[in-house]
């Protein structure tokens, strides 16, 4: 994609260092050309890689200086942006990773950057807004990247952005044909089921369509642009009503603000719909879900679809928390399994020694039924919860030799709710990759509950840059020769991290 980009563009931009005054247009063409190259496009996706390899140590100073230099330029910017930038840093890292991840990968790259440019719709950006990002952008990387930078580089990167503008502006303008930035939304229903676990009912004040399984961004009038993203936990309605389940955690801004500070009758705004975890419809396989907490809410609106028009497909849900308390919604799921023959329930506990249910970490209890599935064999498999249940969950589905193709999964963790674009979406790695996960759990993980209500990156659950960055390794990251995938992933960890990001 980015090759066919670059096959109108031969122009190479001079960057400024700290100045910003990088002479380049962004989507819109070269200007001010300080030099040239007649760049061969098969090479921009290496260049493209091997630049950001420079600065991949230093990503966090990268991106400091570059919202230094943006609201430096165009200071009304500034009030497009949440107070605390450290999320919105480490979102931008995470865009750019998928970018120069799937340099070679035009459909899913091509979709990617339509959601992205639907999504910014609600924070008010504007196509004028793309030349200055791209100059203080490529002026922060060739700063951080010192001599080793290059004019072929140079050149790429204008073909890259060129690309990515592009395709992110014709997105938001086809989009605002049909659907506004944003929703208002009224809440209608606020019930407190434990002390930190909230189910929130919202009216958006226009048709909001999604599909079940997807999520929303959602901004509170107690913390103007902060935006969060929270899976929708029903199925699409007649009444267009959206249920939310949210769990409050530590310093959880927008989280702490719908579970103790909201009220019926408060009003929220929501950003589109998006995500891919998606049950498949015409697939024949039986479902095996598995959530952990208020992971459950993507898994639940599934099923909750599914009885609109499932007759034959069994679905197996496996639902856990760490005490019994906490499997708030399991009077309702065991009404739904009542009613739909086809839906059958086990709850589980890891923490609680009296519960008369299951008891242990979820994967374990997930592993002992495989006994009487042939260990799950034939069945598509969506996991939902905190970044260590899923971690654990797939590497036990993979010692049952469940391939990771067969896997959806939803990842919830990381600091105050942080989301990455893409976490989690289901969208499975190509057959190709090794069999074996490579790496376990490292310690007896509490993988009962997710540790977010919001959704997150991988890459983010250590709640620091690192987790992001070290994924990027030091010759890029990449493996030649690898059909079907830019690389391969060589441990379970890394996979997961090549979702999310």
């Known amino acids: 994609m980015v090759r066919q980009a670059a096959a109108s563009s031969t122009a190479s931009t001079e960057g400024a260092g700290s100045s910003g005054n990088t002479e380049s247009a962004g989507s819109g063409g070269s200007t001010g050309r300080a030099g040239s190259t007649d760049l061969d496009p098969a090479r921009v996706p290496a260049l493209i890689r091997e630049s950001f390899t420079l600065v991949a140590d230093c990503a966090d100073q990268v991106l400091s200086h570059f919202y230094a230099l943006l609201f430096t330029e165009d200071p009304a910017l500034r009030d497009m942006f949440p107070p605390m930038m450290d999320a919105q840093r480490d979102r931008l890292f995470q865009a750019l990773v998928h970018i120069v991840g799937q340099a070679e990968h035009p459909d899913g790259l091509a979709d990617y950057l339509r959601d992205l440019g639907r999504d910014h719709r609600k924070y008010g950006a504007r196509p004028e807004h793309y030349d200055v990002v791209w100059r203080c952008l490529i002026s922060a990387l060739k700063r951080y990247a010192g001599a080793a930078w290059t004019p072929d580089m140079d050149a790429a990167w204008l073909a890259a952005y060129q690309l990515v503008a592009g395709t992110m502006i014709e997105a938001a303008e086809q989009d605002a044909k049909l659907t506004p930035a944003w929703w208002s939304a009224r809440v209608v229903g606020h019930e407190l089921r434990t002390s930190d676990i909230a189910v929130i009912t919202l009216a958006p004040d226009a048709p909001y369509a999604f599909r079940a399984g997807q999520y929303l961004s959602l901004e509170t009038q107690r913390w103007p642009r902060v935006w969060r993203h929270f899976s929708i936990a029903n199925a699409p309605r007649h009444d267009n009503t959206l249920t939310l389940h949210v769990r409050a ?68 849900l496996f639902y856990g928390a760490r005490h019994d308390d906490e499997l708030y919604d399991l009077a309702e799921l065991e009404r739904l399994a009542y009613r739909r023959r086809w839906l059958s329930v086990v709850s589980a506990v890891s923490h609680d020694p009296r519960y008369p249910g299951e008891r242990g970490m979820l994967p374990d209890v997930v592993a002992r039924y495989g006994e009487f599935f042939e260990h799950w064999a034939g069945h598509d498999v969506y996991v939902s919860g905190s970044v260590p249940m899923v971690r654990a969950t797939i590497a036990r589905l993979q010692e049952l030799n469940i391939p990771l193709a067969s896997i959806r999964f939803d990842a919830y963790g990381g600091m105050d709710e942080l989301w990455q674009p893409g976490a989690g979406q289901g969208v499975p790695m190509p057959p190709t990759a090794p069999a074996g996960p490579g790496t376990g759990v490292e310690a007896p993980l509490d993988v009962g509950e997710p540790e977010v209500s919001g959704r997150s990156s991988v890459g983010s659950a250590v709640g620091s840059w690192a987790g992001s960055r070290n994924g990027w390794r030091k010759d890029g990251g990449w493996r030649a020769g690898v059909s079907g995938q830019v690389r391969a992933a060589e441990t379970l960890d890394e996979w997961l991290l090549s979702q999310a990001s």
């Open 249 to 316: 955690i530590p310093a959880g801004w927008v989280s702490t603000a719908l579970v103790s500070h909201t009220k019926v009758g408060d009003v929220v705004r929501l950003g589109p719909p998006s995500g891919t975890m998606l049950c498949n419809s015409q697939s024949m396989r039986d479902l095996l879900c598995i959530a952990g907490g208020t992971g459950l809410a993507p898994i639940k609106a599934m099923v909750e679809d599914m009885a609109t028009w499932n007759t034959t497909r069994q679905v197996r």
